[in-house]
């Protein structure tokens, strides 16, 4: 079983020029557990991801992994203990699908060690539980959205570190793939027990399929808890600017949250803000 690793941020502030995205924001990732950031379009939630990697360094604060800042361990060594799917990343052109989910085992080849059959065995693991093993000699950009989305997935898979954070991983996949991408991200968290950060749009899903929900709102912490402490009719007005009912969802027993549209609330008598 993996280890549980401690991955926190610490008094976390964010930016891109003059522009500051997230601020002040302290928040832990309970180890072992899938936590789901969540929130309005352009309130931090990638861009706590991609700190979170080290791929974007912080203004001010740090991100912690094991008591170390992330942005001074080796690069290698952090790869095989956190791995990141971003929102949007780019496959070398022609590169086959084998090939590119192939890489996700790049941290673990040291000076003296080679390919093996433990890699073999990590690589056939990833594109059997996401379903592209009939694409293996594809090249990547020749696949569709869906297809190149379950791919990128298998890499990240393929990897097998102790934390995977995936910024929209349901990105591009119809209702049923989303379905089956995350049953397969909670397969890996009760097998393997492999701690999960994921960014995700949807709130209902977000809701069902994590144990911690994380609520930004312009790039501060609005909440952070468990999906019913934390998916609540005044957090979905605060953070998304949106009138709600949260209803327990009959096949879950997760938070459901039920927009109410401008006409229905009118219809009804409610006052929108």
Known sequence: MPAAHALAAEHLTLGYGDRVVVSALDLTVPPGEITAIV???????????????????????????????????????????????PQSPVAPEGITV?????????????????????????????????GTADLADRAVDELSGGQRQRVWIAMALAQQTDLLLLDEPTTFLDVSHQVEVLDLLTDLNR??????????????LA???????????????????????VLTEETVRVVFG??????????????????IGRHHAEHHGATLQ
Not at 113 to 129: F, G, K, P
Not at 191 to 204: A, E, K, S
Not at 211 to 219: D, K, M, P, S
């Open 39 to 85: 929130g309005a379009n352009a309130c931090g939630k990638s861009t706590l991801l991609r700190s979170m990697s080290r791929l974007l360094t912080p203004r001010a604060g740090r991100v912690v992994l094991d008591g170390k800042a992330v942005h001074r361990l080796p690069a290698k060594e952090l790869a095989r203990t956190l791995g990141l799917l």
């Open 98 to 130: 084998l090939d590119l989910v192939g890489r996700g085992r790049h941290p673990h080849q040291g000076v003296f060690s080679r390919w093996n059959e433990r890699d073999d065995a990590a690589v056939a693991a990833a594109l059997e539980a996401t």
């Open 191 to 204: 097998t393997r027990g492999t701690t999960i950060v994921m960014v995700l749009h949807d709130l209902n």
């Open 207 to 229: 809701a069902r399929y994590a144990h911690h929900l994380v609520a930004l709102a312009a790039g501060r912490l609005h909440a952070a808890g468990a999906p019913a402490e």
């Open 242 to 259: 949106l009138e709600s009912r949260v209803i327990e969802d009959p096949v879950s027993g997760s938070p459901l949250m039920l927009p």
